[in-house]
């Protein structure tokens, strides 16, 4: 069956190789992260598999989902995060790509409830304003994925920061998401430092306007999109 | 002998690699950290040679000891930790492997004495509350084993912070000793960060107690275990 | 055209190699820095394509640009931070390379717009005295560069911490501004510690001034120069 | 002439390999620590070459100094450390090994000019007790190295920490020095944090001197030394 569709294929080779991105930038430990990527024109998605060691994941060993976060395809258990990520693949249309972690200084802000400050212009442009935070949330039901949805809804950030717990990220893709997760715990971490001697200076409203919408709209190669 | 014992060799090889795991993730130093595995259905356990570089490990260079800590086979001395791990086996026969460590943040908590207080879902998850501290203990006796089996018998906590000294975990096997060592870490350096800059918010001991629950139950691949 | 000119060619591998070493320092994450190298005797300079990850960089993929910022060659659009490279050419003659970088401890000061003072002798050795802060200034004209050329001119450093920003560094290589790009994050880092538990002892300018003199007289290879 | 030396090649080769254990536990960037080896049984000692970047050191390109610190062999300039180095040897001649860095958290206790104090277990083993700092002093003369001998003559540390500057550590060997540099750096990391949030709890004097009584009489495999 879909182990033959050639997109799916191709989403599990992604969604597997960025996880190498989470261990690289140090955003896990042993096997406490995820990434996951939907499969276009198909209710489904693409997730790591629950408890397995980053450098032992194969494509093969990615978890096809439903978008109730039912494994359709493949013989591991999905993420225990699943279900957070399905609820957000089924009420944001837009987003292509979701990445958890527990990131060291993203964690911290998160354990104070505290949102991070946006004081620095690569922040403005990644983010648009401040990292902001989502709700408590206990696993095993729909409270993580609404405590997500809720709080990205119409927000710039495509990270929040879940309280007490870790980080969640979206994308168009799950290159962009990971990208957001990467972007986080440097924004977080040099904020945190900062922060430790003194108050950062703040950058106009207007600044970050300006910074975020430039940012969006012209960075990068256009053919590499 | 035992040499030839196909158990003994596995355990040799188990207890050697997982050492990669410690320099992995930056937990030792030097040759200052040791992990240990149980012979099952043997009154043995296997642990690192002293004074020996994490490079230069080899399972034929792994210590085979006694309970009493006395080595039985090996040509190298066995860890200068050897005693302690050796209580912990005469004493705690649920145990299946145990790990020491002087991993940065766990032993800052350690030095003022403080337990890391359960301010993340990941740590309600694998430590079920509080990390707790042990007394100070004096190499060259029993007085490390004993403070290690009275701290953690009957507690949640795989991970003991031992006054002034560093860390000991235990596990049901050699490597979920070597994941509490990891995790230890990791929920030390992120409480420590967190606090930096403010109180982290409690999570209510309701909620760790389901967290702790779930974790211990339905988490990561059966078919791995 | 110039792709057979054999200085350029050579500058771009100089310029493509030199990003490793952002790399290997952890000066940058994803594609945040870059580095530049002036052609000598051309008004031309070198520099990293926009938005490439480091480990795709090759020195085909680098892009000329001539003084005002344009693109003369390369199929890549060149980095976002192009025209502040160019300004610091137009203006400053004795420059032969630039290096930008979001680096966390130096972008910390910088968060706080705050100099880092010289309280280490390694630090009087490469900057002369404290590393200073340039002004807030957006991307999208010339004000970064003008910022940089204003704080760095008649100044013994050759770092500047852009307020709410970043590092640019000057060189009379690009290999030069590297180096100072990675001693900048090393002493950032070391003062802020220093700081978090105290005050740092001052050094006196006369000693400041002898070991800047010493160290850019005598220190090195001079074969290597 | 000596080139055909095999103790010296030797030493050139345990020389050149320690540096890679400088770099390994990150205690230096660019080329800014030193190791050095003493030639036994000759007025000599062989030390890194000055600016050469550590991933091109060979034993060939490391210098055979005599003990006023003026080079005997070799093409390329000694570290510009080197008369620290050798006046060490002068005036200790139990001293084998000598080591140079920056490492942060070491030095950021060197710029408050303040000791490391003993609240650490593995601390007591290898200092002994506190790590002292040593006097202010300019490179050119014999001011470091009277500094290094003065405070390290007579004390149970292996390592000073020199104000406002970085470490010098000593050992019986080369491979001793670096050790006792990778620890100094390891304790001054860990009391630091420790401190962050409060104070140590102080280890009894009496309790220090067994610790370090029994680490230098018992640990590690008598074979190896």
Request: hydrophobic share 35%; net charge negative; aromatic share 6%.
């Amino acid at each position: 069956m879909s182990q033959d569709n050639p997109v799916i294929q191709e989403i599990r080779k992604t969604v597997c190789d960025l996880h190498a991105e989470l261990v690289r930038y140090e955003l896990v430990v042993w096997t406490a992260g995820n990434v996951s990527g939907r499969v276009p024109g198909e209710d489904l998605f693409v997730i790591k598999p629950s408890g397995v060691p980053y450098d032992e994941l194969t494509p093969e060993s990615m978890v096809v989902c439903d978008l109730d976060g039912n494994p359709v395809e493949g013989r591991y258990s999905p993420s225990s995060d699943t279900a957070a990520h399905a609820y957000v693949y089924r009420h944001m249309p837009e987003v292509g790509g979701v990445v958890h972690t527990h990131s060291t200084y993203a964690t911290a802000w998160a354990a104070r409830g505290e949102p991070i400050p946006c004081v620095l212009t690569a922040m403005a442009d990644e983010f648009g304003g401040e990292i902001p935070v989502g709700p408590f949330a206990l696993i095993g039901g729909d409270d993580i994925g609404r405590g997500i949805v809720k709080t990205l809804s119409g927000h710039r950030s495509p990270a929040v920061l879940m309280q007490n717990h870790g980080v969640f990220t979206i994308g168009d893709s799950p290159k962009a998401a990971v990208k957001a997760a990467v972007m986080c715990e440097d924004v977080a971490r040099t904020v945190h430092i900062a922060r430790q001697l003194g108050e950062p200076l703040p950058i106009a409203q207007e600044h970050v306007d300006r910074l975020y919408d430039r940012y969006q709209n012209v960075y990068g190669q256009r053919s590499h999109l």
